[in-house]
């Protein structure tokens, strides 16, 4: 049964000091990184007792108790996300193990259950991710004036990508999926030098705003991109 009330974690006064990690006992807290410090979050809800042990070490205020995020709420939230988003940044790896983010557009295949990039074969990512299968997508909602940029949704997927065959099943329902959400890049598809590249979604870490941060699995990622309720 999980806990009714839960730590929420504000970024913006976690020092990353790492008091709260070491005092919960059910190891449920752990330091994730934030721009350029690192900052205490939630990984497992499910796992807290609510014993509030967290809150009590803080010495900088930034753990409240409140009242537990339903879990499907953040699935909803996440397939929002996702669904509202058309870009995200994507990070592959150079070949002396450097890491390289570019800007992707994205489409979703509720069939495989996975997501679908259209990208040039001169473009430096399309080496990078043919050459290694691991890449991560961050996708974020956009910022705005009135909005807490720390407080901002945004998850960071992992996965593996991979070059379908041209006229196979799997090239021709990313294509039909990639069309779908951008039409207007047909004649693209038809240059011998660009191919679609479909990411099988492995992990993800997803901030739903203040106090809301978790890890999603593999089995709810591919409930989310088949557009099915998580149950
Ligand atoms: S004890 Fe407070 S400041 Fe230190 S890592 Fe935990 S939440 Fe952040
Ligand atoms: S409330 Fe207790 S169990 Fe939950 S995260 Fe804090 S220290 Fe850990």
Redesign the pocket.
């Known amino acids: 049964m999980p806990?009714t009330m839960?730590?929420a974690i504000n970024p913006a006064r976690c020092t990353g000091c790492g008091r709260?990690v070491a005092?919960?006992?059910?190891h449920?807290?752990s330091l994730h990184p934030l721009g350029w410090v690192k900052t205490a979050a939630?990984d497992d809800a499910a796992?807290?007792?609510?014993?509030?042990?967290?809150?009590v070490v803080c010495p900088f205020g930034a753990?409240r108790?409140m009242r537990g995020v339903h879990e499907p709420r953040l699935t909803r939230e996440l397939r929002k996300l996702i669904d509202a988003s058309r870009v995200a940044a994507l990070g592959t790896t150079q070949d002396d193990g450097a890491p390289f983010v570019s800007m992707v557009p994205f489409a979703v295949e509720p069939q495989q259950r996975c997501l679908v990039l259209h990208v040039s074969g001169l473009a430096a990512h399309t080496r990078y991710l043919q050459a290694r299968e691991m890449v991560s997508l961050l996708v974020m909602a956009a910022e705005a004036p009135d909005k807490a940029v720390h407080d901002l949704p945004r998850v960071t997927l992992q996965g593996r990508a991979s070059i379908p065959a041209r006229d196979s099943a799997l090239w021709t329902a990313c294509r039909d999926a990639y069309l779908k959400r951008f039409p207007d890049v047909e004649p693209m598809t038809q240059l011998g030098d660009f191919r679609f590249v479909s990411i099988q979604l492995d992990t993800a870490r997803q901030v739903a705003g203040f106090g809301a941060a978790r890890t999603v699995e593999a089995e709810e990622l591919s409930r989310v991109l088949g557009g099915k309720d998580a149950a």
């Open positions: 806990a839960l730590p709260c005092v919960c006992a059910p449920v807290l939630l796992g807290c007792t609510g014993c509030a042990q967290c809150r753990v108790m």
